[in-house]
């Protein structure tokens, strides 16, 4: 692990990187896909290791099977569950981080990590949102539109106290992220700054990006 900061003194960390998607939108596992000769996956869960004092991977149950992994779940919640049940009982803050993110800095992670040690449940990097954002009803009407000064868009990884985390997913809950399950329970998430470079891998357009970056051309 690196330099530990005075704050995380007898803290156990432990990160769950969720990479057992079937990749719907994109046309295949994109957590399998190459950059610069290494699977997405790979990418995510060296930092994740260089960060943490232990990973736990969330894999398809077959790559699971062969890679030594967690086999993951039919939603992604579902999937964090699965890694859950993987990491060690005295782990006193968890990650949880997309393999779809492969350039999450080791920078991040402190951030978010060093968020909870000061006293957050939990901690999530997150972005200015620049375009107006419209609420819209069934038939695509607009019914509101809200300040985007109070709207950020959130990435991974994110940290949280392991016991909020683990009763945030207690009866079985589904969100898009681990952060909805533990602020439904009431419990306090802080954001900090994101990176415009952790981009989350979607489309194959994001792909091409993301081979561009690891070559130096964006």
């Known amino acids: 692990m690196n330099t530990v900061?005075?704050?995380r003194v007898g803290e156990k960390i432990w990160t769950i990187v969720v990479a057992a998607g079937s990749g719907?939108?994109?046309?295949?596992?994109?957590?399998?896909?190459?950059?610069?000769?290494?699977?997405i996956v790979d990418w995510a869960v060296e930092t994740?290791?260089?960060?943490s004092d232990g990973v736990v991977i969330v894999?398809?149950?077959e790559q699971a099977e062969r890679?030594?992994?967690?086999?993951?779940?039919?939603?992604?919640?579902a999937s964090v569950r699965c890694g859950l049940a993987a990491v060690p009982s005295d782990a006193t803050i968890i990650c949880v981080h997309d393999a779809a993110r492969p350039f999450a800095s080791e920078f991040l992670f402190d951030e978010v990590i060093d968020a909870v040690c000061s006293g957050a449940d939990g901690a999530v990097p997150g972005l200015p949102v620049v375009d107006t954002i419209k609420f819209i009803d069934s038939t695509?009407?607009?019914?509101?539109?809200?300040?985007?000064?109070?709207?950020?868009?959130?990435?991974?990884?994110?940290?949280?106290?392991?016991?909020?985390?683990?009763?945030?997913?207690?009866?079985?809950?589904?969100?898009?992220?681990?952060?909805?399950?533990?602020?439904?329970?009431?419990?306090?998430?802080?954001?900090?700054?994101?990176?415009?470079l952790n981009r989350k891998i979607t489309t194959p357009e994001d792909l091409n990006w993301a081979r561009a970056i690891s070559r130096g051309e964006v």
């Open 5 to 7: 900061s005075k704050q």
């Open 24 to 39: 719907t939108r994109f046309g295949s596992p994109k957590q399998f896909s190459l950059i610069n000769e290494r699977r």
């Open 140 to 196: 695509n009407i607009v019914t509101s539109t809200p300040d985007r000064r109070q709207l950020v868009a959130v990435q991974t990884p994110q940290a949280f106290r392991a016991k909020q985390l683990r009763q945030a997913h207690e009866n079985n809950p589904e969100g898009t992220d681990d952060s909805t399950l533990v602020e439904a329970r009431g419990g306090k998430i802080v954001v900090i700054t994101g990176d415009p």
């Open 48 to 51: 994740a290791r260089i960060s």
């Open 67 to 77: 890679e030594g992994g967690v086999a993951g779940g039919a939603t992604r919640s």
């Open 59 to 61: 894999l398809p149950p």
